[in-house]
């Protein structure tokens, strides 16, 4: 469903060169959830820009469905559905379900279809109450649950989330949680999800991706990433080693896992 295949994208400011991504290789087949980890700057949002074509890279290939991002943006565009959590991608001063309708002709999606697609949505992430409010009217935690109906109003296969639950509070998180992970179960759609919230990760994904500097630190499974610190660690634990590990020494690779990972890659 994603090939990564060496890609790096740099930025170049005022003479100063950022490798945002460098050497970056991992493959996700159809129906995976994979949470995509790291700390603060470490590559994510600009991966998760290549991969939906916002950004082009400025070395390596990808395919997202069998398709080159940042060439076939538009064909991309029904395949794929995006959230970031920073931002919205909603008008801000139309209702709700106005927004709902401007996409719906964008992406061209049939009345009959949109108007079941939407009625499900709506019932599982329990946005029925505010369809009528202007989107700047929302709470976060309505705003983020609109957003992710926008993103799968056009029923794409894959769904890429860039921190939605960040500033949720316990109740909507366990909402979005939840429905991330039927859709996932139930509908068979292949999740990329960023976060910083270790209990998104540990709830939903199979797999984890940590990027360190651009670079992939560790691809495996909750259950590996755990077995990276001696004794019974938790996710927290693991995590807060690789980081640190990275941090005093950037340019070499962080440790492997006790035995036998997936993959771990410098
Ligand atoms: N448009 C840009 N111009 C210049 N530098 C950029 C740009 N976008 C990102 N960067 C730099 O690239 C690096 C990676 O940024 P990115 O936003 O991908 O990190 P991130 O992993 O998403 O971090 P966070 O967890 O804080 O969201 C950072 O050093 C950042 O300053
Ligand atoms: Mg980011």
Not at 21 to 41: I, K, R
Request: aromatic letters at 6%; hydrophobic letters at 40%; a positive charge.
């Amino acid at each position: 469903m994603i090939e990564v295949d060496r890609l790096g994208r740099t930025f170049k400011v005022r003479g100063t060169v950022t490798h945002a991504v460098q050497d970056l290789s991992f493959g996700v087949e159809a129906g995976e959830f994979v949470g995509y980890l790291g700390p603060n700057g470490a590559g994510k949002s600009t991966t998760i820009k290549m991969l939906t074509g916002i950004l082009a890279p400025t070395s390596g290939r990808l395919r997202v469905a069998g398709l080159d991002p940042s060439r076939r943006r538009t064909a991309l565009a029904r395949k794929i559905g995006v959230v970031f959590g920073q931002r919205t991608t909603l008008w801000w001063d139309l209702p709700l379900k106005d927004s709902f309708e401007l996409i719906r002709l964008l992406y061209k999606v049939d009345r009959g279809a949109f108007r079941r697609r939407l009625d499900e949505l709506c019932a599982l992430l329990d946005i029925g109450d505010f369809l009528a409010t202007p989107v700047r009217q929302l709470s976060l935690g309505q705003r983020m649950r609109g957003d992710i109906t926008a993103a799968l109003l056009h029923d794409p296969p894959i769904l890429v989330l860039d921190e939605p639950t960040i500033g949720l509070d316990v109740v909507s998180k366990a909402g979005v949680r939840d429905f991330l992970r039927r859709l996932n179960a139930e509908n068979g759609t292949t999740i990329l999800l960023t976060t910083h919230d270790l209990g998104d990760v540990e709830r939903l994904c199979r797999r984890v991706m940590l990027i360190d500097h651009g670079r992939l630190a560790f691809d495996g499974t909750v259950a590996d990433l755990r077995a990276i610190v001696p004794g019974e660690a938790s996710i927290e634990e693991a995590v807060t080693h690789l980081y640190l590990s990275s941090r005093r020494s950037p340019r070499t690779p962080p440790p492997r896992p006790a035995q036998d990972p997936p993959s771990v890659t410098a």
